[in-house]
């Protein structure tokens, strides 16, 4: 493996980087430092936490000079992420005059128009980089290196036309550099569109195999709060994320989570951006806490240090347990990705386990104690800033996990606490996931 020094950095990023403590170059940044120095468009196949904001950014850094307009465009799907690459940027650039700014929704227009005045690189959302564009109040014709980054998460959430029109806007005669997790058919046609001849490069993530311990629990759908809970006390961790396939269960499982002693916040598209962002500051300033959230929230964040990665709700695809599951065993360091499954989960999790390349194991369930659960959010989510949902009815209650209610039917309890008929997918005695014979 090569050195920093041999990739071609100058002194200032080198004296950046073992200030960071950044040692060696990560297999993204080997392989795509030189091409990019080198001026070549590039396509870097590489999932978060794999070093790719250091890849795109030391060419920027080293061929930007600082007061001569906006120079470089970094797009992400998502603000949190944009927040991210913006401090990373920042301080990669340290011994630079470069000027970095953030420009997404959700804030104010106006310090954004006086910043991108003086900017020499801005990190953006497509969204708000759009509307900057219909304002006349940025200019793009200068653009010298342009990022998509987390491309393939941009086309997911629908992005692609704002991204096109962004393309459409910026100088013709530039650098392009695309990185995305996977590379599908629409990202090969806008390279091939908007792209030179660029350089196609792979790195796998940056997480251990040999550290990563995966397993699965199969439990009752009314049983699943509680095994959570378990586990949660006899596990050692520190830093867990917690996913849920929607915001209500995030909210449903942090605020009960909370009720149960355990310092947890949610992490979902409905907070606005001052309440995403406490959250993130929360987390990466604890040793012990719990973050429950959404795909569409977390994609993008590279946090550090998480010990556990708890599936509440299975993923629908190999490709979204392996974005989740690459949250931890990172640099190192031992991790656990644990999926809880009942019934509903089952079609998800074939779909999971036909991938012959992930080795998740069938636990024994242990013996654990039934816990109340309150269906009532409504006080929480005033609390945190989310409004009044659905879900907040007055008629909520605190119950035991599984209990019936003398006004409804008995039955088991749908993941929203209303009871189903009583044979309603009723789980036949002794059939098991293996026994279904979903593998």
């Known amino acids: 493996m090569k050195s920093f020094k041999e990739l071609g950095l100058n002194q200032d990023l080198l004296k950046v980087l073992k200030e960071i403590n950044f040692h060696e170059p990560t297999e993204i940044q080997e392989k795509v430092i030189p091409i990019a120095l080198a001026g070549e468009d590039v396509i870097g196949e590489s999932a978060t936490g794999s070093g790719k904001t250091l890849a795109f950014g030391v060419p920027i850094i080293e061929k930007l000079k600082p007061g001569e307009g906006l120079q470089s465009l970094i797009l992400t799907p998502t603000r949190e992420l944009a927040e991210q690459v913006s401090i990373a940027m920042k301080t990669f650039s340290k011994y630079t005059s470069l000027k970095v700014i953030t420009v997404y929704g959700g804030v ?12 020499d690189i801005v990190v953006g959302t497509p969204g708000r980089i759009l509307d900057h564009i219909k304002r006349k109040t940025i200019n793009l014709s200068k653009i010298k290196i342009l990022v ?4 393939d998460r941009m086309l997911d959430m629908g992005f692609i036309h704002d991204v096109t029109d962004i393309l459409h806007h910026c100088k013709k005669e530039r650098q392009s550099l695309l990185f995305s997790a996977t590379i599908s058919e629409d990202i090969l046609r806008i390279s091939k569109r908007y792209m030179k001849t660029p350089k196609e490069i792979s790195a796998q993530a940056n997480v251990d195999p040999s550290k990563l311990e995966q397993v699965f629990y199969d439990v009752p759908s009314n049983q699943k709060f509680s095994l959570l809970v ?10 867990v994320m917690i996913f849920c396939n929607t915001k209500r269960n995030a909210d449903l499982i942090s605020n009960n989570l909370r009720r149960q002693g355990f310092d947890a916040l949610a992490l979902h598209g409905d907070l606005n951006q001052a309440k995403r962002s406490k959250v993130l500051e929360h987390f990466h300033k604890s040793t012990k806490f719990i973050l429950v959230c959404t795909d569409v929230a977390a994609r993008g964040l590279d946090i550090k240090g998480v010990s556990h990665v708890y599936n509440y709700e299975s993923p629908k695809t190999s490709t979204e347990y392996i974005h989740r599951i690459g949250r931890t065993a990172r640099a190192g360091k031992e991790g656990k990705a644990i999926t809880i499954l009942s019934d509903r989960d089952y079609e998800n999790f074939r779909r999971v386990v036909q991938d012959d390349a992930l080795n998740i194991k069938n636990i024994e369930l242990p013996k654990f104690e039934r816990v109340f659960v309150q269906m009532n959010v409504q006080d929480d989510r005033k609390k945190s800033g989310y409004g009044r949902g659905r879900y907040s009815s007055p008629n909520r209650y605190f119950r035991k996990e599984g209990e019936s209610d003398n006004r409804r039917p008995q039955g088991r309890e749908n993941r929203f606490g209303r009871s189903k008929s009583k044979n309603f997918g009723r789980r036949d005695e002794g059939r098991s996931f293996h026994k279904r014979k979903f593998r």
């Open 108 to 119: 104010a227009l106006g310090p954004q128009m006086d910043a991108l005045e003086k900017a």
């Open 148 to 151: 998509l980054d987390e491309a």
């Open 230 to 239: 378990h586990l949660l006390n006899e596990e050692s961790s520190k830093l």
